[in-house]
């Protein structure tokens, strides 16, 4: 079974920073899109931003442009989420995506999905 595991999630003081990490056991998935969504309880879940199989393109939200980095290492197989200047209503579970196609923050589009990781962002 592919896993998707996801670490680094916690507590921070907004305007703090946090990097998440999700870990594949399927080096296959390394060859395409991989991404992270976050959900908030009572609401649907949110694209936060992807990366292409090269690892050129990526693409964020609008929530969360210029304050987060999505980056992959493929010796490690490993998806970064690095998150600067958090702010409260980035509060949510996050998870780990992969198997798209094309690239896009459309949840429907991933075949693969970790467990999720709780950020918790207070003032």
């Known amino acids: 079974e592919v896993q998707l595991v996801e670490s680094g999630g916690g507590s921070v003081q907004a305007g703090g920073a946090l990097t998440l990490s999700c870990t594949t056991s399927d080096v296959l998935l390394t060859n395409l899109c991989m991404a992270w969504f976050r959900q908030v309880p009572g609401k649907s879940r949110e694209g936060v931003a992807a990366i292409n199989a090269a690892g050129g393109n990526s693409m964020y939200g609008v929530p969360v442009k210029g304050r987060f980095t999505i980056s992959r290492d493929y010796a490690k197989n490993t998806l970064y989420l690095a998150m600067n200047d958090l702010k409260l209503e980035d509060t949510a579970v996050y998870y780990c995506?992969?198997?798209?196609?094309?690239?896009?923050?459309?949840?429907?589009?991933?075949?693969?999905w970790g467990r999720g990781t709780q950020v918790t962002v207070s003032s």
């Open positions: 995506a992969a198997g798209a196609q094309f690239c896009a923050l459309r949840d429907s589009d991933y075949t693969h």
